[in-house]
């Protein structure tokens, strides 16, 4: 199986940095993926990680460790608007499946 | 953007009746899939399609077809709708071929009564 682990629900401050941890236990994927979704609105595309290490966009940048089953994606200077779900998602197989965590909502306050 | 429209938004039906979902997509991708989002269980994959005519089954396909006839639309049909089929459904393409993002539509808000 993928089973995919993130926590429920984190809180954060106005322009601070906050970590959304996922593990994950799977014989193989092809990349890990995170999607940014608002509420009431469809996920969007972060960021993808296929080899080990960081990832960095922005203000977002997304780390692997394939050998530790474990993905984080960093936000830093958040802002009111980072104010959502994030899901950890892995690839799967040659035709692009996506196996989805239920996702950590992030509350941003003042 | 990719282009990509799902119809109808909302929906509210009785258990039974056969619904069925459309995806339209304006750009001529090859890939195309159809989830499910619900607060218990996160975001799973029902169907997904390969090419005109060829389809193959998700996490949770019971209960559920499709059909893909021409590249642009993929259909997803519910023969007879059940109250725990009441979701928000989300129709996916594959932006540049297997191993890439996945851009979603806006979503259908289903209501099985």
């Known amino acids: 199986g993928q089973n995919i682990d993130q926590p429920t629900e984190m809180t954060a401050t106005e322009g601070a940095i906050v970590q959304i941890n996922c593990t994950y236990q799977?014989?193989?994927?092809?990349?890990l993926f995170w999607y940014q979704q608002h509420a009431g609105e469809a996920p969007t595309f972060l960021s993808y990680n296929v080899l080990d290490g960081l990832e960095e966009k922005g203000r977002f940048s997304s780390f692997l460790s394939r050998s530790k089953g474990y993905s984080y994606l960093l936000l830093k200077e958040l802002q009111m608007k980072d104010s959502a779900s994030y899901l950890c998602?892995?690839?799967?197989?040659?035709?692009?499946?996506?196996?989805f965590g239920q996702g950590t909502t992030l509350q941003v306050k003042p | 953007d990719a282009g990509i429209t799902q119809s109808p938004r909302h929906k509210v039906t009785e258990t039974g009746t056969p619904v069925t979902l459309r995806c339209h997509q304006t750009e001529n991708h090859r890939y195309m899939y159809w989830y499910r989002q619900d607060p218990e269980h996160g975001l799973r994959l029902i169907h997904y399609?390969?090419?005109?005519?060829?389809?193959d089954k998700g996490e949770v396909s019971d209960g559920y077809s499709v059909s893909r006839s021409k590249t642009e639309d993929f259909l997803l049909t519910l023969e007879s709708a059940t109250s725990s089929q009441t979701s928000v459904y989300f129709c996916a393409i594959g932006l540049a071929g297997a191993m890439n993002e996945q851009f979603f539509g806006p979503g259908t808000r289903l209501t099985v009564l």
């Open positions: 998602a892995l690839g799967s197989g040659n035709t692009g499946k996506l196996i």
């Open positions: 799977t014989s193989g994927f092809n990349g």
């Open positions: 399609s390969y090419g005109v005519k060829d389809t």
